[in-house]
């Protein structure tokens, strides 16, 4: 009788655990997720690292994000520096005047690589749209599925791309990631997070970027195809030199 009493109360306890796990909403999920990865420390921390052949610079005046990319060679030293009131360039310390429509790519280039760079940090962003999808295991892992896409008024000109995270339901990291896109063709991308490193508090990865061998495959599809190979690495994105430190402007 005893045992039977035992069994039915570990029942309970993991039942109780399930519709805990269940009882998540898609915000709280988000937040653990950015908790877990640096929280605070986004909001007061100065980052740079060097992607490609530029560096890159992010950093809070009081309230003001200001988002910066930097080409330096022998002949040329290029600067971006993006804030809430637009994008200016500066070649070799003179301002250049840029048209509406080309300031417009050159900021939106410079926040994308800031964006991924931070993640999960700007799925708290005002235009965010979040709505958990499902649960997935990938490598004995469980998942929660998060659909992210944009409100139109101020997601900027990407705002009908989708973005899937998966992220961990027992560490809250994104270690995956996919999207779709419409510009220059479209398609989609699933990326695989690798080389975890914690730099003064902040999590910073690099990535695998994975295509599906069928262009016509949809993002929501990219985990399954991800499990069954379906999916072939088109480039890798990595972060070097990344250092954190205070901001000397709070």
Request: aromatic share 12%; hydrophobic share 35%.
């Amino acid at each position: 009788m005893n045992k039977i009493y035992v069994i039915l109360l570990i029942g309970m306890a993991f039942s109780c655990s399930g519709e805990a796990e269940k009882s998540l909403t898609v915000q709280e999920i988000v937040d653990k997720s950015i908790e877990a990865s640096g929280g605070q420390l986004f909001e007061d921390r100065t980052v740079s690292f060097d992607f490609r052949d530029r560096h890159y610079i992010s950093e809070m005046k009081g309230k003001k994000k200001t988002l910066t990319r930097i080409l330096k060679n022998d002949t040329i030293y290029m600067k971006d520096v993006r804030t809430i009131e637009g994008l200016q360039r500066f070649v070799n310390d003179t301002l250049v005047t840029l048209s509406d429509s080309l300031a417009n790519v050159y900021a939106n280039s410079v926040n994308s690589v800031h964006y991924f760079a931070k993640l999960p940090y700007g799925l708290n962003d005002p235009a965010v749209q979040k709505e958990k999808i499902g649960e997935i295991t990938i490598d004995q892992k469980a998942y929660y599925k998060v659909r992210v896409t944009f409100e139109q008024a101020s997601g900027g000109d990407d705002f009908d791309d989708t973005y899937i995270y998966w992220i961990n339901k027992k560490t809250f990291t994104p270690d995956y990631l996919g999207y779709s896109f419409h510009v220059n063709g479209g398609g989609t991308r699933f990326r695989v997070a690798y080389n975890e490193r914690i730099v003064n508090g902040i999590r910073f990865v690099d990535y695998e970027n994975l295509k599906p061998k069928d262009s016509n495959a949809s993002i929501f599809d990219a985990d399954s195809l991800f499990i069954n190979g379906g999916l072939e690495l088109l480039s890798k994105i990595e972060l070097k030199n990344v250092i954190v430190s205070p901001d000397s402007y709070n």
